[in-house]
């Protein structure tokens, strides 16, 4: 078993995407056998159903045959419920972010959207052991529904989570905020914060999204940083094949 490892993790992947992480995937696969956990979006903002691209599907399953894992990353990434009510709702969906899809849905309707989008990966023969909610954020109807799921685990900006229960695993994530040049500048400065208090840890998750993609200071920095950490000793892996490694309730993590 490694004793540190790191987690290369794309965001928000989907047909209209793809064009934004293409080069940055083969740069990654020019480093050697890096596997990478993609989260993909079954129909990204209700524009991009999977199994109206066959070809981008098929590099997927080419993707899965290298040794990545493919996870669910909600099913529109798309929050479409009433407006927020209240200061703290408003913060978390339309400050944080404007994406929170599984943030106010029901229990009803999360696992509505849950079993549609386990449904898509079904039909595609990809295996499925976790979910991602977009921005990480699950509301409390969305807990239940997710913890019923039968998958073995979600994660948030700080931690794997085991599932039924949510059992946290300390696993920091180095994400960036890179939609302008200030933003960019300041999350380099907090990712090197981060990799130096944590750069003793048994993981490191690197959180991409398609925007880092867009602007070549902030590509640049996620495949300096990566080639940094492995040639610092840190091994590579998938989030299922950590949880695996690390034999953590190994009867769920199959």
């Known amino acids: 078993m490694a004793d540190r490892s790191v987690m290369l993790v794309l965001h928000d992947v989907a047909p209209e995407t793809w064009a934004d992480y293409r080069s940055f995937v083969a740069a990654v696969d020019a480093l050697g056998a890096v596997p990478m956990t993609w989260l993909v979006v079954p129909d990204f903002h209700r524009r991009n159903r999977l199994d109206e691209h066959p070809q981008f599907c098929r590099m997927l399953e080419q993707r899965l045959a290298r040794g990545d894992e493919l996870v669910l990353h909600g099913f529109h990434h798309l929050d ?124 490191l998750r690197l959180g991409i999204h398609p925007v880092d993609m867009r602007h070549e200071y902030s590509r640049r920095y996620w495949l300096d940083t990566l080639g940094r950490l492995l040639a610092d000793g840190r091994t590579p892996m998938t989030k299922i094949d950590w949880l695996r490694s690390h034999a953590l309730r190994l009867g769920a993590v199959a």
């Not at 994406?99 to 009803?108: C, D, M, P, Q, V």
């Not at 695993?169 to 990799?195: C, D, K, N, Y």
């Open 80 to 203: 479409e419920a009433p407006m927020p009510r209240g200061p703290h709702e408003w913060f978390m969906r339309r400050v944080l972010t404007h994406e929170g899809e599984f943030y106010a849905l029901s229990e009803t309707d999360a696992a509505r959207r849950l079993e549609q989008g386990m449904a898509m990966f079904r039909q595609f023969g990809w295996p499925l052991h976790g979910f991602v909610a977009p921005g990480w954020l699950l509301g409390a109807g969305a807990r239940r529904a997710l913890a019923a799921t039968g998958l073995v685990y979600t994660s948030d900006v700080r931690q794997l989570r085991l599932l039924p229960d949510f059992t946290g695993i300390e696993a920091p994530s180095l994400v960036w905020s890179a939609r302008s040049a200030w933003r960019r500048g300041l999350s380099r400065q907090v990712s090197e914060r981060l990799l130096a208090r944590h750069r003793q840890a048994a993981v």
